[in-house]
């Protein structure tokens, strides 16, 4: 009969689910959750003043580059919108 091989591969993966549920006890999650609970200190380069004022300007141009870009992105947008609407109007009416 067609299917058996996949009946019985669902069988012995339900199989070996339930067992790996009985394993499980609520101990051992505790500790895992205990475990993996610790604060991670992070470290960070130390700068002099000149470097942080370095950095602060290149974050600063980078944040004006983006802006730029992004309203050049939305007005071409606009401009193409309105172009494929004109158009569609421009067919329609004649």
């Not at 091989?5 to 339900?14: E, P, Q």
Request: proline share 1%; aromatic share 10%; hydrophobic share 40%.
């Amino acid at each position: 009969m067609a299917g058996e091989g996949f009946m019985a591969h669902a069988i012995t993966s339900l199989r070996t689910n339930r067992a790996l549920l009985k394993k499980r006890n609520f101990k051992d999650l505790k500790d895992l959750c205990k475990e993996g609970t610790g604060k991670t200190e992070l470290e960070f380069k130390k700068l002099s003043p000149r470097e942080w004022d370095i950095l602060k300007n290149q974050i600063r141009s980078q944040h004006k580059n983006n802006l730029r870009f992004e309203t050049m992105i939305y007005i071409l947008s606009v401009v193409i919108s309105l172009l494929i609407l004109y158009c569609l109007y421009w067919l329609i009416a004649n």
